[in-house]
């Protein structure tokens, strides 16, 4: 399983970004995938996830500026960041997690991206 972000940078506050995360090597048709967030100096934090289904779930801490959306074709998810706050600052990663195909279960992490709100 491997997982691929793109879309970080550096915006103003109140801008915004969109974060995409582009899934291959894996056959599954369960599973969530979502994005986690690690600031420095404190621990990861969930953001936002999608599951299999199609129901979303987020943070306290974005609801409402955050939107998560899926491209089951293509088996990316992308993350629509909205009305971004300095402390939305941290390295965002995208996580999924499910079953194969062959009924092995896995939890996979990508590399990360990192996102930067300036005041």
């Known amino acids: 399983v491997q997982l691929v972000e793109s879309g970080g940078g550096l915006v103003q506050a109140g801008e915004s970004l969109r974060l995409s995360c582009a899934a291959s090597g894996f056959t599954s048709d369960d599973y969530a995938i979502g994005w986690f967030r690690q600031a420095p100096g404190k621990q990861r934090e969930f953001i936002a996830r999608?599951?299999?289904?199609?129901?979303?779930d987020y943070a306290d801490s974005v609801q409402g500026r955050f939107t998560i959306s899926r491209d089951y074709a293509g088996n990316a998810v992308h993350l629509q960041m909205n009305s971004l706050k300095p402390e939305d600052t941290a390295v965002y990663s995208c996580?999924?997690?499910?079953?194969?195909?062959?009924?092995?279960?896995?939890?996979?992490w990508g590399q990360g991206t990192q996102v930067t709100v300036s005041s």
């Open positions: 999608t599951s299999s289904g199609g129901t979303s």
């Open positions: 996580n999924a997690v499910g079953v194969l195909t062959d009924l092995r279960t896995f939890n996979s």
